[in-house]
């Protein structure tokens, strides 16, 4: 569902590149574990797992001890004249930067993740086009990500995740793409947990408790069918 036109924004929030914000966030100063997730918005199997995987370690606790960072752009394309395209057509290139645009306005994850799983449930039941009740679901101010939307700034932004996805090393092969504490889990990615609690220095919480275990006990079962592979055409 296209938005209605909104005025500009009077202000414009700075671009700053976000390979800087990487450890520089008050959580990770404080020694939480840095986690992204490079996911996009329509792939299912990134909507399942913001929705029923990563949601979890918020309340657990494990959330305490994570610096969570999440870069919707995904499998997408940008060609030569900047131009944008998206694995799963335009309602996901929109979604990307509407995403974007409220992870900039609310940095902190405790703000703004209930409004990316909020959309990413939607995704699931496909019903995607109802992403503007998100707002009202989660209490965040619909006009400023709107005006972020509208601006073209969310677009600047969603290029930014773009050129930090593809200097990924070594490049992504799928989403979601999981990399904690710099290291990238790939088809391990839903063992996340025990990786957060295995790079943390601190009293861990009671979630944590026999996670370190998981990673030497758990067989890593490929999870190719529980993802959506950067090699497929772009729709």
């Not at 997730?37 to 913001?50: D, I």
């Not at 990615?189 to 601190?202: H, L, P, T, V």
């Amino acid at each position: 569902m296209a938005s209605q036109p909104q005025p500009p924004l009077r202000r414009r929030l700075p671009l700053v590149p976000l390979l800087v914000l990487l450890c520089l966030s008050p959580a990770c100063a404080a020694g939480r574990v840095p986690v992204s997730v490079y996911y996009e918005t329509l792939c299912p199997f990134c909507s399942a797992f913001v929705v029923n995987d990563l949601s979890r370690i918020f309340r657990t606790g494990i959330s305490s001890i994570a610096d969570l960072r999440l870069v919707p752009f995904g499998n997408g394309r940008v060609s030569a004249d900047g131009t944008i395209t998206c694995q799963h057509g335009e309602d996901e290139c929109q979604l990307n930067a509407i995403e974007a645009c409220v992870i900039r306005l609310w940095p902190d994850a405790e703000q703004h993740f209930p409004f990316i799983r909020c959309v990413e449930h939607l995704a699931l039941t496909r019903k995607w086009d109802a992403w503007q009740s998100c707002f009202q679901e989660t209490g965040l101010a619909y006009q400023p990500a709107i005006d972020c939307y509208n601006s073209g700034y969310g677009r600047q932004l969603v290029l930014q995740y773009a050129a930090e996805t593809n200097a990924l090393q070594p490049p992504h092969q799928f989403v979601p793409w999981v990399v904690v504490n710099g290291k990238p889990l790939g088809d391990d990615y839903m063992n996340f947990e025990a990786y957060i609690c295995s790079a943390y220095d601190g009293k861990l919480p009671e979630a944590c408790k026999g996670k370190h275990l998981a990673i030497a006990q758990e067989t890593k079962a490929s999870r190719g069918d529980k993802v959506c592979p950067a090699s497929k055409t772009i729709s």
